[in-house]
């Protein structure tokens, strides 16, 4: 299994970033999908969840800012980020846990915005 996550940089404050991530060796369709973030000295923490009939769920930390969004065709999962804050600096993760509670991680890709 292989979470390819992308899509990450440095934007200024109130600008927008769109993450993907690509998954292999999965039956992508059969589960959800997740993005984590990780702030420096702080707990990875779980943003968003899109479920394989597309339901979402947000953290409040990002409700109504960010989008997540999956291409089952094309097995991938994405995170559409708006409206961002320096807060919303941290690295960001793409998950998914199988049937049989393995979990997977992406590599991370480092999002930065400036004040």
């Known amino acids: 299994v292989q979470l390819q996550a992308s899509g990450g940089g440095l934007v200024q404050a109130g600008g927008s970033l769109r993450l993907s991530c690509a998954a292999t060796?999965?039956?992508?369709?059969?589960?959800?999908m997740g993005w984590y973030r990780q702030a420096p000295g702080k707990q990875r923490e779980l943003i968003a969840t899109c479920t394989s009939d597309n339901t979402t769920n947000y953290a409040d930390s990002v409700k109504g800012r960010f989008t997540i969004s999956r291409d089952n065709a094309k097995e991938s999962v994405h995170l559409q980020m708006r409206s961002l804050k320096p807060e919303d600096t941290a690295v960001y993760y793409c998950?998914?846990?199988?049937?049989?509670?393995?979990?997977?991680w992406g590599q991370g890709t480092q999002v930065t915005v400036s004040s």
């Open positions: 060796g999965i039956y992508f369709n059969l589960y959800r």
């Open positions: 998950h998914v846990v199988t049937h049989s509670l393995i979990n997977y």
